[in-house]
């Protein structure tokens, strides 16, 4: 039997995780753009599943983001990380990708982030 509510939320998570991961992949066409949430910060990454790689990054942590934002985990914070994110994307010449939004629901700032990457022209 499980002690508290946050072995509960971690064996859940684990459980969603591994059922997610084994239907969204990455591959060099349409790599994966994975999002973290964590307490105070939001973290981006485009990854290539088959070679195991990690091709670009973008989180609210950075000096970029912090000179153009007044907050790091409200909705405004993740529509301009979506931004800095597909304008990443477009120079990397990357303009599909795989939206995987981890153990979070979609909606809130998972949702904001997803549509600011869109507005960039980003598909997915």
């Known amino acids: 039997m499980l002690k508290d509510k946050t072995s509960e ?21 349409r790599p994966r753009l ?3 949430k964590s307490n105070a910060y939001v973290y ?10 990690v091709l670009l990054t973008a989180s609210t942590l950075e000096k970029e983001f ?10 405004d914070a993740c529509a301009l990380l979506g931004e800095i994110m597909g304008q990443r994307l477009k120079a990397a010449k990357i303009d599909k990708v795989v939206f995987d939004r981890g153990t979070h629901p979609y909606h809130g700032r998972i949702k904001t982030l997803a549509d600011a990457i869109r507005k960039e022209g980003i598909q997915f």
Request: net charge positive; glycine share 6%.
């Open 34 to 36: 994975h999002v973290f």
């Open 9 to 29: 939320r971690k064996v859940r998570d684990d459980r969603l995780r591994k059922r997610i991961r084994e239907r969204v992949q990455g591959t060099p066409e």
């Open 66 to 75: 912090r000179a153009k934002a007044k907050g790091t985990k409200n909705k």
């Open 44 to 53: 981006t990454q485009v990854i290539d599943d088959r070679k195991g790689t």
